[in-house]
């Protein structure tokens, strides 16, 4: 792809994560191809429809999440500061837009596959900080898992708000 075409497509796909982060999955797609400067035409090369744009958004998302995770454990003293790391690094991925697309889209595109991964991945997680004795063991790795989706995967979700916070103390250990 020539450089100009891969500026263009990361200025949609940058424009479209702000706007559907502000006013959720209804933007319009001739909006989202005005905020990046571009024409309609030229969003449709690129993406043949909503569907499409959310996708590849969503998919980097995930993919996202999971090269961070990599490099947090890296980083991280402990499975709980690792957790901790993830979670406040998620609530700034548009994961929402991903999980409501997981069920809407193919199998073939790879979307619950690579969600299937990441939960793998937590779960994997959530059980090393159990181990350690840094989250509470009187809930399975999944549930957790399943916990965390359900906060960090919403609309508006950040690292400081009081869900992700209070989800977070109710998790640690006593």
């Avoid at 790391?85 to 409501?100: D, E, F, G, N, Q």
Wanted: net charge negative.
């Amino acid at each position: 792809m020539r450089a100009d075409a891969v500026r263009n497509r990361e200025r949609i796909v940058t424009s479209a994560v702000r706007l559907f982060a502000e006013r959720g999955p209804d933007v319009q797609m001739c909006e989202i191809a005005a905020a990046a400067g571009l024409g309609v035409g030229t969003l449709y090369r690129h993406f043949p429809d909503r569907q499409a744009l959310a996708l590849e958004i969503g998919v980097s998302a995930l993919r996202e999440m999971t090269e961070f995770a990599g490099a947090a454990r890296e980083r991280e003293d402990s499975a709980w500061d690792e957790l901790q790391a993830i979670v406040r690094h998620c609530a700034t991925l548009p994961l929402a837009l991903a999980k409501s697309l997981s069920e809407l889209v193919p199998e073939e595109a790879g979307l619950a596959e690579l969600e299937r991964s990441v939960d793998d991945l937590l779960a994997d997680l959530v059980e090393r900080a159990q181990k350690e004795g840094a989250l509470r063991t009187d809930v399975p790795p999944r549930e957790v898992v399943r916990l965390l989706s359900v906060v960090v995967c919403r609309p508006g979700a950040r690292a400081d708000d009081y869900l992700t916070v209070v989800m977070l103390d109710g998790l640690r250990a006593d």
